[in-house]
């Protein structure tokens, strides 16, 4: 297996929920689509006039509830997943009949939302007949005269927030500096150069992107912000979620609980669970939030990272160590197996997340390397074989109560983790990514991303 050659900011992404699958990496897509038509040669936009998108797999399933053409839209209209808020997301119109245009070049091309074609719906629901592409999250654009397709891209959206597209060659990076596949080899290069865990992934991350260290670290501030931010807004929005569940949001009224069990036992769970319920409603209501590993687990890590901040007030130093740590948990299970719930169901997600999140927590108290990794071994098992099953292709429910799970396993997994003899692990954390690829492999089509099986088909 080659090396891994992640970007830290590869996997912690600012941008918009609720999903990175469904919402940033289509939006990615549409904007890759249109820098390439700037290049295109004069005689082939001579013609264009206008643009249409084919949605494929669980991008078409879960249709408009996961937001996917608005985002596509938006990226076809030159915004990207960083810098575009929640408010001109909303601000969009995504009515059928809606014109808008884009301009490239000299040609003013059209799209209007009935150009983004959810390919299920156009076939009566039936999937049979739909082409085969390499992965299940595909997207088609296309540049078209009044009829016929002029040009075209095959974007395949690979979690996270990732995209590839047909023929594409993965990114020139830079080799790690201490190269590592799996847990095992990042154990034997700790030992071998007697480096820490924080240094050698800075030391990585310089050698891979050629970012220098000082700017690592304001980037990784950037994220701890984001991640806090996206718990306080959470704790202040009252109301109800979009979409036809009609979902309240519930993280504020825990929050106001909790403040008034001050001497309860129980009031450091209530608070866990508080914040990441607001940060996954604010992911569920479209507004900014951080990738952790994805969107639909983006209040995971945010939850416990809040608990060791506003809580245990730890320095904000190991907070960011902390996150790099979470980071390298993440690295080897999108390595080893997947961090997409359309790949192998939402064990790839909030199973990855509470992993992720539990080394965040052991690295956060200074346990050695062996506590942390596990720590998320323990995380990452007892999600073994979780399905994605979101409600009327809504990321609310089982998504928004899941993070809370989540957040509260990867803190029961530190405290197994610290109060256990780590000799006696059996398990350790490459043999649990190993299990979660094969059973994600194993699993039905429809437990994955689609809306067509368990608590979507039942509700
Ligand atoms: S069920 Fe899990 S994997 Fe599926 S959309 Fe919700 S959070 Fe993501």
Redesign the pocket.
């Known amino acids: 297996m080659p090396p891994i050659a992640t970007s830290i900011f590869d996997l912690f992404k600012i941008g918009p929920g609720p999903?990175s699958s469904h919402t940033i990496g289509p939006m990615r897509a549409g904007n890759n689509f249109i820098r390439l038509l700037q290049n295109l040669p004069p005689a082939e936009l001579a013609s264009a006039r206008r643009l249409r998108v084919l949605l494929y797999g669980s991008l078409s399933d879960t249709g408009r509830g996961h937001g996917t053409d608005r985002a596509v839209l938006a990226g076809l209209l030159g915004h990207e997943p960083g810098n575009c808020s929640a408010q001109t997301l909303d601000s969009l119109d995504i009515d059928r009949g809606t014109q808008h245009t884009v301009a490239v070049r000299e040609r003013s091309l059209t799209i209007t939302p009935s150009d983004i074609i959810f390919t299920t719906e156009r076939r009566g629901g039936r999937r049979d007949r739909a082409p085969h592409f390499p992965y299940s999250n595909t997207l088609v654009i296309q540049l078209m005269d009044r009829t016929k397709v002029l040009f075209e891209r095959e974007y395949y959206s690979v979690g996270g927030g990732f995209i590839e597209w047909k023929g594409s060659t993965p990114e020139r990076r830079g080799r790690p500096r201490f190269p590592y596949s799996n847990t095992l080899q990042l154990q034997e290069q700790l030992r071998r150069h007697r480096v820490t865990l924080h240094a050698l992934m800075l030391a990585n991350e310089q050698a891979i992107t050629g970012v220098p260290p000082a700017q690592i670290q304001k980037q990784l501030d950037a994220i701890l912000d984001a991640m806090i931010a996206a718990v306080e807004r959470g704790m202040v929005t009252e109301g109800y979620l979009p979409g036809p569940i009609h979902l309240h949001r519930k993280g504020p009224l825990l929050f106001q609980r909790a403040q008034k069990m001050a001497h309860s036992p129980d009031r450091f769970l209530v608070d866990l669970c508080a914040y990441a319920l607001a940060a996954a409603e604010e992911n569920a209501a479209g507004h900014p939030v951080v990738t952790a590993p994805?969107c639909?687990?983006a209040g995971v890590i945010p939850a416990v990272l809040y608990l060791l901040h506003r809580n245990n007030k730890l320095p904000r130093a190991v907070l960011r160590d902390a996150l790099l740590a979470a980071a390298v948990v993440g690295f080897i299970i999108k390595h080893g197996a997947s961090l997409s719930?359309a790949e192998v169901?939402?064990q790839?997600?909030?199973g990855a997340a509470s992993a992720m999140a539990a080394a965040f927590i052991a690295d956060a108290h200074s346990q050695p390397f062996m506590i942390l990794e596990n720590a998320a071994e323990t995380a990452l098992e007892h999600h073994l074989g979780m399905t994605?099953?979101?409600v009327k292709g809504y990321?609310q429910i089982?998504?928004i109560e899941?993070n809370a799970m989540g957040a509260v396993k990867a803190y029961t997994a530190y405290l197994i983790a610290c109060a256990g003899i780590p000799e006696w692990h059996v398990v350790g954390l490459d043999k649990a990514v190993k299990a979660m690829a094969l059973t994600g492999r194993d699993m039905p089509s429809q437990y994955k991303?689609t809306s067509r099986g368990g608590l979507a088909r039942c509700c």
């Open positions: 999903s994805t639909g687990s719930g169901g939402c790839g997600e909030i994605c099953d979101p990321v089982p998504c899941r991303e």
